[in-house]
């Protein structure tokens, strides 16, 4: 993330420690020297007054008493000195007799005011002056403080700035190693922590993301008792409550849609149910009442046209009486009024039933009927329901079967399922038509369905049971007929 909490933390704690490790250098490079300057002349003004109390008390100091008073903190300071009498001869001296004796004329210098011309005054006392001053000897520049004491004897007490500037390298050398090893173990901190705390922020980030998709699923699971902890578990709380209410919302919209959709679809279906059944009873009964209104008439007095009248009455009140009940039962399917029971059954045996029931029919129509089917073949289904679609297919594959008159059932197993296939020689049905041969009161061949009495509506029962059933059913064409198909459970 561009602008990230983690990267921001590390931006600012990585930068204020910088800030911090660059002001040290800064300060200690231009203040450190004048520092340990300041403290150098604190050093030699203790010397000058110890050595001045000393000479007050006692006009001869011997080494081992010059030793014990100013030996630590000559040594401590790098401190070298020498007093000499009005005169020049040197009175006490701390280096051999060469450092002796370019301090005498050193102190020399100051007197005639030689010194002072490539010197720079740092401070003055009412009877010493402390220079920084630098020695063309050896070219090293030194502190030195001289002037004279009580009892007027003359001093120079002098101590190196190389030492003091090799310090402040060393110092600044030092801080250097310690800010960049500080610099990077903090880092590594800061990295750690600024991990510790963002991970279970963009966990969070990253369940918001998840919830505005409508996934409920995400979790907080960082846990933690801090502020960011109750977050998530409110977080928890929230997308479960999120996810009750919105399932809640979508049971209503569902049923509402349900309803808006089932009134819709009665709407249309009542629409379709009157046209057709009105298209379907209308022959029927202007065949009644013409027949009836003969018969009223006396157009043919013999009986057996008489007996002709009445059959014709009878047959097509018995075809409208046939499409009521299909009507009936196609609307107790299709609205789900009609329960499904399931249970286990032989379909081989209940294909044999609905053969022999319709063996009249098969002498009748001179058909040659093959089944290729097991002894017994169990399956899970309505059994009731089963047998009304077999019976629309044989009955079906009756009305249509032409050509070599073969009507061929098939019962094959596989692994989950039982499929029964009804074939029958003869015409194929156009493919045009294929798509909607299920639908209600759709014929192909009107003139052949009105010869044997059909209305259309058998293949329809067929789709509405399989549905019920969620199973497979469909037909195929081949070249010398058709076959109409069907899927149950095995197990």
């Known amino acids: 993330m561009k602008y990230s909490i983690k990267r921001q933390m590390i931006t600012l704690f990585i930068g204020i420690i910088g800030f911090i490790f660059l002001a040290v250098l800064i300060v200690n490079g231009n203040f450190l020297e004048k520092y340990y300057i300041h403290n150098k002349e604190q050093a030699l ?15 001869e100091i011997d080494s081992e008493k010059l030793n014990e ?16 009498d009005v005169s020049g001869q040197a009175r006490i001296r701390m280096r051999t007799d060469m450092e002796n004796e370019e301090l005498r004329v050193r102190l020399l210098g100051y007197r005639m005011n030689i010194n002072q011309k490539n010197s720079e005054l740092l401070s003055q006392g009412d009877s010493y002056e402390l220079w920084k001053a630098k020695d063309h000897v050896n070219q090293s520049e030194y502190l030195e403080l001289w002037g ?10 002098r101590s190196p700035l190389e030492s003091i500037r090799e310090s402040v390298g ?4 030092f801080l ?6 500080v610099l990077i173990i903090s880092i590594i901190i800061v990295w750690f922590f600024s991990k510790k705390i963002t991970k279970p922020i963009l966990e969070l980030a990253n369940i918001s993301q998840r919830m505005a998709d409508l996934d409920f699923d995400a979790k907080y699971t960082s846990g933690g008792r801090n502020e960011i902890g109750v977050l998530g578990c409110n977080f928890n709380k929230m997308s479960e409550k999120l996810e009750e209410t919105i399932s809640e919302l979508k049971s209503a919209n569902n049923e509402l849609q349900k309803d808006i959709e089932k009134k819709d679809r009665l709407e249309q279906m009542r629409t379709e149910f009157l046209g057709n059944v009105s298209h379907e009873l209308k022959t029927p009964i202007a065949l009644i009442q013409g027949y009836a209104e003969g018969l009223k008439e006396g157009i043919s007095d013999d009986p057996e046209s008489r007996e002709f009248y009445c059959d014709v009455i009878m047959d097509e009140a018995n075809k409208m009486n046939q499409m009521v009940r299909n009507l ?7 609205f789900g009024n009609e329960e499904v029971t399931f249970e286990r059954f032989d379909i081989v045996q209940l294909v044999k039933g609905v053969l ?23 399956v899970w289904a309505d059994e009731f329901k089963t047998e009304q679609v077999i019976r629309n297919y044989i009955s079906n594959a009756l009305n249509h079967v032409s050509g070599e008159n073969i009507i061929e059932i098939r019962v094959e197993e596989k692994e989950q399922t039982v499929r029964v296939s009804v074939f029958n020689t003869g015409n194929p049905i156009p493919e045009e038509d294929v798509p909607h041969i299920w639908e209600k009161f759709y014929k192909v061949d009107k003139a052949h369905t009105r010869e044997y009495g059909g209305n259309g509506i058998g293949l329809s029962i067929v789709k509405a049971i399989m549905e019920s059933f969620h199973q497979e059913y469909g037909v195929k064409n081949y070249d010398n007929g058709v076959e109409f198909f069907m899927e149950l459970d095995l197990r």
């Open 45 to 59: 003004t203790h010397i000058y007054n110890t050595l001045d109390k000393l000479l007050n008390e006692d006009e």
């Open 69 to 84: 008073a100013l030996g630590p903190i000559a040594e401590k300071s790098n401190v070298a000195l020498i007093v000499t």
């Open 148 to 157: 004279a004491f009580s009892n007027g004897d003359l001093f120079l007490i």
């Open 170 to 173: 060393i110092t600044n050398r």
């Open 176 to 181: 250097g190693y310690i800010g960049v090893s």
């Open 328 to 334: 009936l039962t196609l609307n107790q399917l299709e």
């Open 356 to 378: 022999q029931s319709c063996d009249i029919l098969i002498q009748q129509k001179d058909v040659k009927v093959n089944c290729v089917m097991d002894e017994s073949v169990h």
